[in-house]
C-alpha cells in the first residue's frame, strides 16, 4: 500500500488514468502503483510485457522484451517507445510476444516477435522497434485506414475504418483462405466482408469477433443472381400488388453430379421451434410450434440443410440483407455453392451421423458441423438476395417461400422426403426437450426467442399474425433501431397487428450510429481444442462462424484469453467458454465448449471484463458507487511468479486451492478508487483507475451504474412479467380486444424504452472505459430522444389503466404468479403489506417513470463539479431541468388517469361503454351541482363532464358530446341578478351556464379554456405551464361535423374558426359528396374558392372555381357543368349576370356553340356574340332572356350577311341580307333566311327587282313585284343607292357594355365616371396583393417577365398636379405594365376585350363586311379606355388637348421618345390622343383579326397590284428606272458596297437587279412588321429619309425635294420592297391614324405612299 500512498502526492494529471498492477488473487496480493509522467489512457498485456498508452498519443512498454537486442533479461521498468516520437498513437495491442499501435490517421505499427509473420513484415525473425505496415486492398495503392488491433500468439486483427477485418500471421485463426504460412501482407477477411464488425479479439490461437446483425443499413453487397455453373438466372420474380411471386425452378445442367452422395436421412430435422412442413403447403397458415427453445440450438438448422424462417443462421434480424449472402461466399464472393461446396456439405453431413453417436453431458450437441456456414449459406443468401431484389415487401415473404422447393436445387430430390420429418422419433425429440434444460443456464434465457423471429419475418404478409399469443414478440428489444422509422411506419400502416412497432415515434433515431447497437453476433474462429469457439465441440475452424447461442443476447464486448473467451452482454452477464482448467470461466459447468453464464452473486453488476492466460478480471458495480474487482483463475504465487511459470499444469492442477471456484472479490480494490477498466494478460492483472476529484468522477460512475441497474430490472420486467402475460391463453378473454390491443401497445413502448436504456447503459459504459467526459453523454445532445420515449410510454400506460386493464389482469396474474404475488412486489419495489394485485401491476409498470428523476439528479451532481460561467454547466443544468419538468408532468398525468379511472368506476354503466375512450382524461364534474344549465326544468338533470377532448352534457338517459377545439367559452356579462353566468358557444349551440358560486365559476372558466388549449396545441403539450396562459386563442383550426338540420346537415367542414364559426381557409364536405374548399367568412363561403357537386345521372361533377360572397357565388368564377358545358364569367347572388362566355360541347361534340357575352339572372340579355359551330353561323347582337331580340347581325360560312331586326330568336322585320357574289335583298323577313313581305333585290350588276318577297333564301323566292334595269348613264347616281351597311347593327359604343362596367365597379364607381379617384387607387392596391397572393399559393402560374411587371406595379404614379411631358411618360409606361398582367383591373379589362374581338372576328366571323363594324369597335373600346385612364389621371388633358413642351428639353425630349414624338407636329407641345396612349398596348393583340378582315376586303385590288408588281419586278434596275421616268441624275452609277471603305465606287452594271436603294427597300419591307399607324408611319419617315440619304451621297451635296422628283424614286422602292398586302396596311393606317398627324409630313409621305399603291396598280405597261 506505500506505493499507493506514495503516489498520491505526485503530480498525476489530476488523478487520472493512475496504473495499478498484480497477479493472483491471494489475501496477501498488494497491487502496485507503476508511476507515468501521464494519465495512462489505455493497457494492453503479453505473455510477459505491456504496452502502455498515456495521454498525448505517447506509448511506453514494460517487462521482459527480448526483441529490444540492447536489453539484459530483466523485466523492465516502462520506457518510451521512441520510433513512435512524433506520431500520435491512438490505440495499443499486446499480443504474446509482440506489439502493435494505431496512429491517429489510422496507420499501424508493429514491433516484437515476427517467427510466424505475426508483425507483418517479411523476412525478419523480430522487430526491434515499432515499424509502419500498411493494409492494401487488392490492385490499391491506398492503405486502409484501421480503427483497432488484436494481437494473438502468432497473429494479427485489425478492424478497418470500413469495418472490415484484416488478419496477417499464421493458423488457421488467421480465418484466411490461405494455403501458405505465414501471411506476411495483410489480408481482408472475406468471410465478414460486407458485415459491420464493432470489435475483434485475439486469443492465443483463435480470434472472436463481435458484429452488429445485418440490418437495412448495412454496407450493401450486389447479390449475384446468377448460377455459378451455367451463367442462368437463378430465380425470377413476379411483382404483384401486394405480394410477389418468386419463382425459384432454375435447373442447372452442371449441378447433376452433385446428387451422388445421399445424405443420411436420420440426421435431417426442423429446427424444434419450426412445424414440420407438409410436403407442399405454404407457410402462411402454419402455426409455430410450442416447444420452447431459450438458446438456438445451432445444428438442428444445418443438418437440415434449410434455415427455418424462425432462426436463419447468419441473419438474426429482418430485412435480410445481402451482408447474410456475402458472408457465407464461397471464393468467387458468389453466395450460391458450386457444385464442389455442395458435394463437399452433403460429405460432411454423412460424417454427422456418425459424430452423433458421441453426444454427451445433459444433450449438449458434440457435433457441430464443419458444415456450419455452408449448408444454410447457400439457402440463407439466395433468400437474402432475393429479398434484396425486390426491397422490403419480400423480407417479408421470407417465410412464404416454399423452402422445399429450393431444396430441390441443392439436393437429391429423392431424399427430400427427410426433410419432412419422418425420422424426427422420440428419441429424437427426448434428447431435443433434454438440450433444452441444459441450456436454461439463466433466467434470462428468451424462452419463444425464436418464434417471435418467424413472427417478425412475417410483420408486412397481411393476415399472418394469427397466432396471438405470439405476437409479443414483435416487441423483442432487439428490434428496435434496426427498422428504419419508415418502414415502421409502413408497417404500423398494415393491415396485420404490428401494434407493437408503431410506436417508433423517433424514439431510436434514424441515425444508427448515435448509439452503440444491441443486436450483436458473435463469430469465433482458429484452433478449439479447449472449446474456445464456442461452437459447441473441439473442431477447429478456418473461417468465421456465427456463435448461435450469443444471438439476441445483447454482446456489446468480447475478449479472448490464451484458450478461453468471455462475452459481455448489455444486461451485465457474462458468457465464457474454452479451456476451463483454473477455473477460469468463473463457473464449473462442462463441458464448457459453449457459452455459459458466469456464477456471481445476485445484484452484481459486470460491465467489463479481460482475458488472460489463465485467468479472468470482472469489474462490477457493487453495493456502493465505487467499482469492484473480481477474479476468477490460477493463483500466482509470489515467490514463484517470474521463475516457476513453464512449471507444468497438471501440477498445479493437483494442488488445492491453486484456482477459484467461481469469481472472487479481490480485497484491494476499494483501495483503488474508482477503476474505469481491467486488463488481463499473460499472469499478471492491470486495472486502471481515477481519483474522485471534484465528486465528477463517482458521479459519472453512478449515472452509468444507474443505468446499468435500471436495465437489467427492465429485462426482468419483460421476461418475468410481461411475456408470460402475453403468452397467456386465456388473456384476450380477460381483457377484451380493445384492452388486449392496449396491452399489446404498451408492450411495445415498454420495449422501446427498455432497449433505448440498454443502448445507453452501453454508451455510458464505454465512455467510463475510455474518455470519461461530459461531451459524449448522449443524453445530452439527444435528451429529446428519451423525453419522447417516456412519454409515449406514460401516455400508453395511462391509456391501459384508464382503460381499467390492470383490474381487468388481476385474474390472468393469480394464474401467473398465485395469490401471494411476492414477484410482483419485489419487482415494483412495493414495501406495504397485502397490496392488491391491480396496485401492484399499476405501481410495476409506472416504474420507470420515477428514473427520469434519477437522470435528473445525477444530472445536476454532475453540473455542480463544474464553475456556473462553463458551457458544460449550463448544458448539464438544461438537460437536467428538461427531466425534471417531464417528471412532474407525467407524475401530474399519473394522477389525471388515476382520477379518471375512479370515475369510470362510479359512473352509470351505459354511458361509460360509449364515453369511455383510451386517451380520454377527466379534468372536472358538476355532480356536485356545481354548473347547471339557466331557464332548466324543476326536474331536469344536468351534470357537465369535462374531459381533455370534449365538454358532455349529460341528462337522463341522452349525452351530448362538444369537442373542445370548436368550444368558446366566456363568462356571461354580470348584471343585477347576482347570477355566476358562463356562456358556451358551439358551432350550433349557444348554452349560458350557471355556477353555483364565483369561484366555481372561476373554476370553471379557467379549466375549460385551459382544456381547450391543451386540445388545440396537442395533448403532449406541458399541461402545467398553460394555468398562467391567457385563454386559448379566439381564431383557431378544428374539424367539426354538423348535425342539426339545415344547409350544413352532416356536413364535416375542417378549417379556420372564429368564435364558433367557420371563417378563413377551410374545406367543408357533404355526405352527398358536394366539396367546398376555399374561404370562408362568418361561417358562410366568402371570397375565393372551389365547389364540386356530383351529377349522378351524368356519373360527372359540376365544379366551380372563383369568388364567393356571403354563401353565394358571387364575382369572378368558371363553372364546368357535369354536361360538358363551362361558363367562364361573372357571377351575382349565385346566379350567371355580368359578362360571361359560355361554351357548350366540343368542337367534335353534338352541339358545339359558344357564347359570350351580357348576363343578366342566369340569362343571356343584352349585347352578346353567339358562335354555333354546327351550323356555321356566328350572330352579333342583343338578346333578351337567352334569346335573340333587338338589332343584330348573323354571318355565315358560305359568305352570307344579315343585319336586321330578330325578335323571338328569330329574323323578324326590317333587314339586310348579302350574298357573297353581292346579291342583295333589303326588306321585311318573318323567320331565319325567311323573306316575307315588302323588299328590294339587287343584283351585283345593279339590276334590281322590287315588290313582295317570300320564301326562303337560296330555295326559290316567290316574287311579286317589278323589275329596273338602270341605263348606262344613271350607272353612277343607281350605284350609289347600294346598301349602307352598319346601320341595322348594334353601336360600337353599346357593345361590350358588362366589360366596361365590370371594370369601373371593380375601381369602386357605381357608373362610368362616378367615383372618387382615390377610391379607385385602393382598389387596384387591393386587388393586386389579393390576386398575388392567390398566385403564390400556385407559382407556376407566375412567370418571371410577369413578377418583374408585378414589382414595377407596386409604385402608383404621382396621379395629381399638372401633367408634364415627364409625367405624361411615366404615365405611358405605367399604362403599358398594367395592361401587360390581368391581375391589374386594366389588364384585366384588356384581355377581356381582346378575347371578345377575337371570339366575334376570327373564324366565321372573317367576313369583310364586318369590316367597318371592327374599326369602329377598336376605336370605341380606345375612347373607354381612355374615359378610365382619365378617371385615374383626371389632370391629363381629354382627347387632342396640348401639353406643353418646355423649349429647353426639347432634344432630349425628341430623343427620348424619338418614336412617339416624330408623329406630332413640329410645334413644342404634345397632343393627348387616345390612339397615341392606347393603341401601342392595343392593336398588337386584335392585330391579326384586324388585318384578316382588311386583306378580304381590299382582295381584288391586292390582287392587281401583286400582278403587276411581279411584272415590273423582272425588270433590271436601270431599266426599271428609266421606265418608272427617274431622273438620271438620281440613277446610281455606282452603289457604295458594305464592304469597301466609304471611298471606293463600283459600276452598276446594266444588268444588276435589287441593287439601287437596297437599304431604302430594306426599310420599308419591315411595314409589314409593325402594329400601330404611328410605327408603320415612322416605316416610311424612315425610308424618305434613307432615300434622301443616297442621293445626297450621289450629288455630294445638300438636296431639297420636289414631288415631281421624289415620286417616281419612291414609287420604284415600293415596287422593290414587294410588300404583299400594301392596300390592307394603307387602309390600316387611313382609317386607325392619328387625326392630329394628317395634314403634318407624316401626312404627306402617307399620301405619297398611297398615290404608288394606286398608281402600280392602274401602271400600262407599253
Not at 494481437?151 to 478492424?159: D, I, P, T, V, W
Not at 363568462?971 to 355556477?995: I, M
Request: glycine share 10%; aromatic share 8%; net charge negative.
Amino acid at each position: 500500500m506505500e506505493a499507493q500512498g506514495k503516489s498520491s502526492e505526485d503530480d498525476d494529471g489530476g488523478g487520472r488514468g493512475l496504473l495499478h498492477s498484480w497477479r493472483g488473487y491471494s489475501y496477501s496480493v498488494v497491487p502496485e502503483r507503476l508511476l507515468l509522467p501521464r494519465p495512462v489512457l489505455q493497457v494492453a498485456l503479453g505473455a510477459q510485457h505491456g504496452v502502455l498508452l498515456v495521454e498525448g498519443g505517447q506509448v511506453y512498454t514494460f517487462g521482459e522484451l527480448p526483441w529490444k537486442q540492447t536489453q539484459a533479461s530483466q523485466p523492465t521498468k516502462p520506457t518510451p517507445e521512441n520510433a513512435l516520437s512524433g506520431q500520435r498513437v491512438v490505440a495499443v495491442a499486446a499480443g504474446s510476444f509482440h506489439s502493435g499501435a494505431v496512429t491517429e490517421d489510422g496507420s499501424v505499427h508493429m514491433w516484437g516477435d515476427n517467427a510466424a509473420g505475426q508483425c507483418g513484415l517479411s523476412g525478419l525473425s523480430c522487430v526491434p522497434n515499432p515499424t509502419p505496415v500498411a493494409l492494401l486492398e487488392p490492385g490499391g495503392a491506398q492503405s486502409v485506414p484501421v480503427l483497432e488491433l488484436a494481437c494473438g500468439e502468432k497473429h494479427s486483427l485489425a478492424l478497418s475504418a470500413q469495418r472490415e477485418v484484416w488478419a496477417w500471421g499464421s493458423g488457421c485463426q488467421l480465418g484466411l483462405k490461405a494455403a501458405v504460412f505465414p501471411v506476411w501482407k495483410p489480408q481482408k477477411v472475406e468471410q465478414l466482408a460486407g458485415r459491420w464488425v464493432l470489435q475483434v479479439a485475439c486469443g492465443a490461437s483463435h480470434s472472436l469477433a463481435l458484429v452488429r446483425c445485418v440490418g437495412p443499413d448495412g454496407i450493401q453487397r450486389p447479390p449475384v443472381d446468377k448460377c455459378n455453373q451455367c451463367n442462368q438466372l437463378l430465380y425470377t420474380m413476379t411483382d404483384k400488388e401486394d405480394h410477389v411471386i418468386i419463382s425459384d425452378g432454375h435447373y442447372c445442367p452442371m449441378g447433376v453430379e452433385a446428387r451422388e452422395d445421399p445424405p443420411p436421412t436420420q440426421t435431417l430435422k426442423a429446427s424444434p421451434s419450426e412445424p414440420i412442413l407438409p410436403s407442399h403447403s405454404s407457410f402462411t397458415s402454419t402455426p409455430a410450434a410450442p416447444t420452447p427453445d431459450p438458446t438456438p440450438d445451432p445444428e438442428d438448422s444445418q443438418k437440415g440443410g434449410t434455415t427455418t424462417a424462425a432462426h436463419p443462421p447468419s441473419d438474426p434480424d429482418p430485412p435480410p440483407s445481402p451482408k447474410a449472402a456475402a458472408s457465407t461466399s464461397s471464393s468467387k464472393s458468389s453466395p450460391y455453392p458450386g457444385e464442389k461446396e455442395v458435394k463437399e456439405y452433403l460429405r460432411k453431413l454423412s460424417d454427422a451421423s456418425q459424430t452423433e453417436a458421441k453426444m454427451a453431458n445433459g444433450g449438449l450437441h458434440a457435433l457441430q458441423a464443419p458444415s456450419s456456414g455452408r449448408g444454410q449459406s447457400a439457402l440463407n443468401s439466395l433468400v437474402a438476395s432475393c429479398a434484396l431484389a425486390v426491397g422490403e415487401r419480400v423480407a417479408s415473404t421470407y417465410e412464404a417461400l416454399s423452402l422445399k422447393r429450393m431444396m430441390n436445387f441443392y439436393l437429391p430430390s429423392s431424399r427430400l422426403e427427410a426433410l419432412g420429418g419422418v425420422a424426427d422419433g422420440g428419441a429424437e425429440r427426448v434428447r431435443r426437450e433434454e438440450s433444452v434444460q441444459a441450456k436454461k443456464s439463466s433466467s434470462t434465457g428468451d424462452i419463444h426467442e425464436e418464434e417471435a423471429e418467424g413472427l417478425r419475418r412475417r410483420l408486412s404478409l397481411p393476415g399472418l399474425l394469427s397466432q396471438g399469443r405470439y405476437a409479443v414478440h414483435l416487441l423483442s428489444s432487439s428490434y428496435g433501431p434496426l427498422l428504419s422509422p419508415r418502414l415502421l411506419r409502413k408497417m404500423g400502416r398494415s393491415r396485420t397487428r404490428a401494434f407493437a412497432l408503431t410506436p417508433m415515434g423517433g424514439g431510436v433515431p434514424e441515425d444508427q450510429e448515435v448509439f452503440p447497437t444491441l443486436q450483436t453476433e458473435v463469430w469465433s474462429w482458429g484452433h478449439g481444442e479447449q472449446g474456445e469457439l464456442g461452437h459447441g465441440d473441439n473442431l477447429d475452424r478456418l473461417q468465421p462462424f456465427c456463435i448461435k447461442s450469443l444471438n439476441k443476447k445483447e454482446v456489446i464486448r468480447v475478449s479472448a484469453g490464451a484458450h478461453h473467451s468471455i462475452a459481455l452482454t448489455a444486461q451485465s452477464q457474462v458468457y465464457s467458454w474454452g479451456s476451463n482448467l483454473s477455473g477460469q470461466l468463473g463457473h464449473m459447468d462442462t463441458p464448457s465448449t459453449v457459452p455459459r453464464l458466469a456464477k456471481l452473486s445476485e445484484g452484481i453488476r459486470v460491465w467489463d471484463a479481460s482475458a488472460g492466460e489463465r485467468h479472468t478480471l470482472l469489474l462490477a458495480d457493487g453495493d456502493c458507487i465505487q467499482p469492484i474487482i473480481y477474479y476468477s483463475g490460477q493463483q500466482v504465487k509470489e515467490a514463484e511468479g517470474e521463475e516457476k511459470v513453464e512449471e507444468d499444469e497438471e501440477e498445479e492442477d493437483e494442488r488445492p486451492g491453486g484456482y477459484t471456484q467461481q469469481p472472487v472479490l479481490l480485497p484491494f480494490c476499494m483501495n483503488l478508487g474508482f477503476v474505469s477498466s481491467v486488463v488481463a494478460g499473460g499472469r499478471r492483472c492491470v486495472a486502471l483507475s481515477d481519483r474522485n476529484v471534484m465528486g465528477f468522477i463517482s458521479s459519472l460512475h453512478e449515472l452509468a451504474s444507474a443505468e446499468r441497474k435500471f436495465y437489467c430490472k427492465l429485462c426482468d420486467i419483460k421476461s418475468q412479467v410481461l411475456r408470460p402475460l402475453l403468452e397467456l391463453e386465456s388473456l384476450s378473454s380477460a381483457l377484451g380486444p380493445a384492452a388486449t390491443e392496449l396491452l399489446q401497445t404498451l408492450a411495445g413502448r415498454f420495449s422501446l424504452l427498455s432497449h433505448l436504456t440498454g443502448q445507453h447503459g452501453a454508451s455510458l459504459t464505454a465512455n467510463l472505459r475510455r474518455g470519461r467526459d461530459v461531451s459524449s453523454l448522449l443524453m445530452l445532445e439527444h435528451a429529446s430522444i428519451f423525453l419522447d420515449v417516456y412519454n409515449d410510454y406514460c401516455s400508453t400506460v395511462g391509456n391501459f389503466f384508464v382503460m381499467g386493464g390492470f383490474h381487468a389482469l388481476t385474474k390472468p396474474s393469480l394464474d401467473i404468479f398465485g395469490k401471494s404475488p411476492e414477484l410482483l412486489q419485489r419487482l415494483s419495489e412495493c414495501s406495504e403489506e397485502n397490496t392488491v394485485t391491480a396496485d401492484l401491476l399499476v405501481a410495476l409498470f409506472y416504474l420507470p417513470t420515477q428514473h427520469l428523476h434519477e437522470y435528473g439528479r445525477l444530472l445536476l451532481k454532475l453540473a455542480t463539479c463544474f464553475e456556473v460561467s462553463s458551457g458544460d454547466y449550463h448544458k448539464l443544468q438544461d438537460s437536467c431541468s428538461k427531466f425534471e419538468a417531464l417528471t412532474l408532468q407525467l407524475k401530474r398525468k399519473r394522477k389525471e388517469a388515476e382520477y379518471t379511472f375512479h370515475f369510470w368506476k362510479s359512473f352509470p354503466g351505459k354511458m361509460t361503454d360509449s364515453l369511455r375512450k383510451p386517451s380520454r382524461r377527466l379534468i372536472y364534474e358538476s355532480s356536485n351541482k356545481s354548473l347547471t344549465m339557466q331557464n332548466a326544468g324543476r326536474f331536469s338533470v344536468n351534470w357537465f363532464i369535462l374531459f381533455n377532448d370534449s365538454l358532455v352534457h349529460a341528462q337522463f338517459s341522452t349525452h351530448h358530446i362538444f369537442a373542445l377545439a370548436t368550444l368558446w367559452v366566456e363568462p356571461a356579462p354580470e348584471d343585477n341578478s347576482g347570477l355566476h353566468g358562463l356562456k358556451v358557444v358551439t358551432p350550433e349551440e349557444t348554452l349560458t351556464l350557471l355556477a353555483s358560486s364565483s369561484a366555481e365559476k372561476t373554476k370553471w372558466l379557467r379549466a375549460i379554456n385551459q382544456a381547450v388549449d391543451q386540445a388545440l396545441s396537442g395533448a403532449g403539450q406541458d399541461a402545467g405551464g398553460s394555468a398562467s396562459k391567457s385563454d386559448p386563442p379566439i381564431s383557431r383550426t378544428a374539424s367539426y361535423t354538423f348535425y342539426k338540420d339545415g344547409r350544413l346537415k352532416d356536413a364535416t367542414y375542417e378549417g379556420r374558426w372564429l368564435a364558433g364559426k367557420p371563417h378563413g381557409r377551410g374545406i367543408l364536405k357533404w355526405p352527398d359528396g358536394r366539396i367546398y374548399t376555399g374561404s370562408f367568412k362568418s361561417g358562410l363561403e366568402d371570397g375565393f374558392g372551389e365547389f364540386a357537386c356530383p351529377n349522378k345521372a351524368l356519373n360527372q361533377g359540376d365544379l366551380y372555381q372563383g369568388y364567393w360572397k356571403e354563401g353565394k357565388m358571387h364575382g369572378l368564377g368558371t363553372y364546368r357543368y357535369a354536361s360538358g358545358e363551362v361558363y367562364d364569367g361573372s357571377f351575382q347572388d349565385g346566379m350567371r349576370q355580368g359578362h360571361g362566355m359560355l361554351r357548350s360541347g366540343k368542337h367534335n361534340t353534338s352541339s358545339p356553340s359558344v357564347f359570350i357575352g351580357q348576363w343578366l339572372q342566369d340569362k343571356k340579355t343584352g349585347y352578346g356574340v353567339f358562335d354555333d359551330i354546327t351550323k356555321g353561323e356566328k350572330y352579333m347582337g342583343m338578346w333578351q332572356d337567352h334569346q335573340r331580340q333587338g338589332t343584330g347581325v348573323v354571318v355565315t360560312q358560305f359568305g352570307l350577311y344579315y343585319e336586321g331586326a330578330f325578335k323571338d330568336n328569330k329574323m323578324m322585320g326590317t333587314g339586310i341580307l348579302l350574298s357573297e357574289d353581292d346579291t342583295t335583298y333589303e326588306g321585311e323577313f318573318s323567320d331565319d333566311w325567311t323573306l316575307s313581305g315588302k323588299g328590294v333585290l339587287t343584283m351585283p350588276n345593279g339590276d334590281y327587282l322590287e315588290g313582295s318577297f317570300s320564301g326562303e333564301w337560296g330555295s326559290g323566292l316567290k316574287v311579286t313585284g317589278s323589275y329596273f334595269k338602270p341605263n348606262l348613264f344613271d350607272a353612277e347616281k343607281d350605284r350609289n343607292r347600294a346598301v349602307k351597311l352598319g346601320r341595322m347593327s348594334v353601336r360600337a359604343e353599346e357593345k361590350w357594355q358588362a366589360v366596361f362596367e365590370e371594370c369601373w365597379s371593380e375601381l369602386g364607381c357605381e357608373a362610368p365616371g362616378e367615383g372618387e379617384h382615390l377610391k379607385a387607387w385602393e382598389n387596384i392596391a387591393v386587388a393586386l396583393t389579393s390576386r398575388r397572393q392567390q398566385i403564390q399559393d400556385s407559382p407556376e402560374i407566375l412567370s418571371r417577365s410577369h413578377s418583374k411587371t408585378l414589382e414595377g406595379l407596386e409604385v402608383i404614379p404621382q396621379h395629381e398636379g399638372p401633367i408634364t411631358i415627364e409625367r405624361y411618360h411615366s404615365i405611358r409606361l405605367y399604362l403599358l405594365k398594367a395592361c401587360d398582367t390581368p391581375l391589374h383591373p386594366l389588364g384585366r379589362l384588356l384581355e377581356t376585350l381582346v378575347a371578345v374581338y377575337r371570339m366575334t372576328y376570327v373564324g366565321v366571323g372573317a367576313n369583310r363586311r364586318l369590316l367597318p363594324q371592327a374599326v369602329n369597335e377598336i376605336k370605341s373600346y380606345l375612347c373607354r379606355i381612355f374615359q378610365i385612364v382619365r378617371f385615374l389621371f383626371p389632370d391629363l388633358p381629354e382627347e387632342g388637348g396640348l401639353i406643353p413642351e418646355p423649349a429647353e428639353n426639347l432634344p432630349d425630349g425628341n430623343q427620348e421618345t424619338s418614336a412617339d414624338t416624330r408623329t406630332e407636329s413640329p410645334k413644342p407641345g404634345r397632343v393627348v390622343s387616345s390612339s397615341a396612349l392606347l393603341l401601342p398596348v392595343l392593336l398588337p393583340r386584335l392585330y391579326p383579326p384586324l388585318f384578316t378582315l382588311y386583306a378580304l376586303e381590299k382582295e381584288k385590288e391586292d390582287d392587281m397590284y401583286w400582278e403587276c408588281v411581279l411584272r415590273l419586278n423582272k425588270q433590271p434596275d436601270l431599266a426599271l428606272l428609266a421606265f418608272l421616268g427617274v431622273q438620271q441624275k438620281f440613277w446610281p452609277v455606282s452603289i457604295p458596297n458594305s464592304l469597301p471603305a466609304p471611298g471606293e465606287k463600283q459600276p452598276v452594271a446594266s444588268s444588276t437587279k435589287d441593287a439601287c436603294f437596297a437599304s431604302a427597300v430594306e426599310t420599308l419591307q419591315q411595314i409589314s412588321t409593325t402594329f400601330t399607324p404611328s410605327d408603320k408611319l415612322q416605316v416610311i419617315q424612315l425610308t424618305f429619309e434613307e432615300i434622301t440619304q443616297e442621293v445626297q451621297f450621289l450629288l455630294k451635296q445638300d438636296f431639297l425635294w420636289s414631288m415631281d422628283d421624289l415620286f417616281p424614286v419612291f414609287l420604284y422602292v415600293v415596287l422593290r420592297a414587294r410588300i404583299r398586302n400594301l392596300g390592307s396596311e394603307v387602309s390600316l393606317i387611313e382609317d386607325l391614324m392619328d387625326p392630329c398627324v394628317q395634314h403634318g409630313e407624316h401626312g404627306i409621305m402617307f399620301t405619297t405612299l398611297k398615290a404608288c399603291y394606286y398608281q402600280i396598280q392602274h401602271e400600262k405597261i407599253t
